[in-house]
């Protein structure tokens, strides 16, 4: 099993749309969870980290479940410039301080 | 600048040269991690630095990779007799300080496209 495991879609939406992405992750000493997003061609930037809690920025929110080893990342009212790769990130496991990177789900926002 | 600087944004290079590719982090980040990225696949974690502690190599893929970090700032990532698969992009990344969490956020530069022909 891998690491950290995200479907790679693509996921097609039109614009408005509400998209959801999970993540699965194998180390449940994992202590640090971040979606970053990636352009075509370009570097990976910091989306959001997820807190335990949940966390909303926007119109993004992540969550985090423990329990089932999983993070997600919901994205209400798409927008054209929405359309990249997400990376789900999880780090901080017994004393290793490596994160972690999925492979990444890719989502294309449609008019 | 304020962002992670990597150097050369592109090299090509003959198969059998070595290579020497260079990250300058962001100032006052301790810790500083190299990836490499082939088209169309996830991150590969290559090596990482904290502060003035022994790296971790073990993501390195053969002893043909080597890398240092000077000063605890810059470092060059070193590829000796390059080969046709170690054509991707090599991305550095650099954060506070490693622990978990919001202090490894990472930055990352905007990467080295390396082909080896």
């Known amino acids: 099993r891998k690491e950290v495991e995200q479907d790679p879609g693509p996921f097609n939406v039109p614009e408005g749309a509400t998209v959801a992405f999970n993540c699965t992750y194998s180390n449940s000493a994992s202590q640090s969870f971040f979606w970053y997003r990636q352009d075509c061609r370009k570097e990976p930037k910091l989306l959001m980290s997820v807190y335990s809690s949940g966390n909303e920025d926007g119109r993004f929110t992540a969550q985090l479940n423990r329990a089932s080893q999983y993070i997600s990342l919901l994205i209400r009212d798409s927008k054209l410039s929405d359309s990249a790769t997400y990376l789900c990130v999880v780090g901080g496991a017994g004393g290793s301080y490596i994160p972690t990177f999925g492979r990444g789900t890719s989502l294309i926002v449609h008019p | 600048g304020a962002g992670v600087s990597q150097s050369p944004s592109n090299k090509v290079t003959e198969k059998g040269k070595d290579v020497e590719l260079r990250c300058d982090p962001i100032?006052?980040?301790?810790?500083l991690y190299w990836y490499r990225q082939s088209l169309g696949q996830g991150l590969e974690f290559l090596i990482y630095f904290q502060g003035n502690s022994a790296p971790d190599k073990s993501g390195l893929p053969s002893d043909r990779f080597s890398a240092e970090r000077t000063g605890g700032s810059v470092s060059t990532l070193t590829i000796q007799r390059t080969q046709q698969e170690d054509s991707a992009v090599y991305l550095c990344a650099s954060s506070l300080r490693a622990g978990g969490g919001n202090n490894e956020k990472l930055f990352f530069g905007s990467g080295t496209q390396l082909s080896v022909l």
């Open positions: 100032s006052g980040h301790t810790a």
